[in-house]
């Protein structure tokens, strides 16, 4: 079955800090993944996918297909990157074709 | 354009009363999902619906139903509630079928609350 880990629920850095988020997958195909976020009082949106290789305000993403991992990073961290970031992975076939499984979240927040 | 739509925003049930949830996905945006999320855990997949069929179900009870209609917009539906079913409940809309190129935007959610 696929599952994603995000190993940390909290992650604390200082503005202008490189800052990494976890995110370990177990996938049995060839994985598609993505990261959301949750701003405060705000819905939950997309932030990249891995499958065009973007950057978006800053933050990149690798896929490790050996280390099955794909984390998150960004080199300088900025105060209004402080949210909730998810690693989600989607079923790209079968039965459950579409369902995007989704880590349990890791908070970061970055301090002035 | 407002964006994935959800009503209501909040609702307190009994155990054991039914409850339906609604959505109304951005306009154009023919595949529905609907997601549970527990506090503290990230969102877990209930359905996903493209063109009015399901296409998608994950590993919740046959307590949970959905529906799509012709406009596109979609029902949960959650028989005999359990206080287990307290919950924020998301619904997400995409132009197609969800995979790797496509993204699913996302409602405010529906808080449940189950006493």
């Known amino acids: 079955a696929q599952r994603v880990t995000q190993p940390e629920k909290l992650l604390s850095v200082f503005k202008g800090a490189p800052v990494e988020l976890k995110c370990n997958y177990s996938?049995?195909?060839?994985?598609?993944l993505f990261w959301y976020v949750q701003y405060s009082r705000q819905r939950l949106q997309l932030l990249l996918r891995?499958?065009s290789r973007e950057s978006i305000k800053g933050f990149t993403a690798d896929l490790n297909k050996g280390e099955t991992s794909f984390h998150l990073k960004k080199p300088f961290a900025q105060e209004e990157d402080s949210a909730m970031y998810y690693c989600?992975?989607?079923?790209?076939?079968?039965?459950?074709?579409?369902?995007?499984?989704f880590g349990q979240g890791t908070i970061l927040t970055v301090h002035p | 354009d407002a964006g994935v739509t959800q009503s209501p925003t909040h609702l307190i049930k009994t155990r054991g009363q039914h409850v339906t949830l609604r959505c109304s996905p951005i306009?154009?945006?023919?595949?529905v999902s609907w997601y549970q999320q527990v506090l503290g855990q990230g969102p877990q997949f209930i359905f996903q619906?493209?063109?009015?069929?399901?296409?998608g179900r994950g590993n919740f009870p046959d307590r949970f139903s959905a529906r799509q209609f012709p406009n596109y917009s979609s029902e949960l539906n959650v028989n005999a509630l359990l206080l287990g079913d307290s919950a924020l409940y998301l619904c997400?809309?995409?132009?197609?079928?969800?995979?790797?190129?496509?993204?699913?935007?996302f409602g405010q959610g529906t808080r449940l609350t189950v006493v």
């Open positions: 619906y493209y063109e009015k069929e399901e296409r």
């Open positions: 306009s154009g945006h023919k595949s």
């Open positions: 989600a992975l989607v079923n790209a076939g079968g039965t459950s074709y579409g369902k995007l499984t």
């Open positions: 891995h499958i």
């Open positions: 997400a809309s995409s132009s197609t079928r969800q995979g790797g190129d496509t993204e699913a935007f």
């Open positions: 996938y049995s195909g060839s994985p598609e």
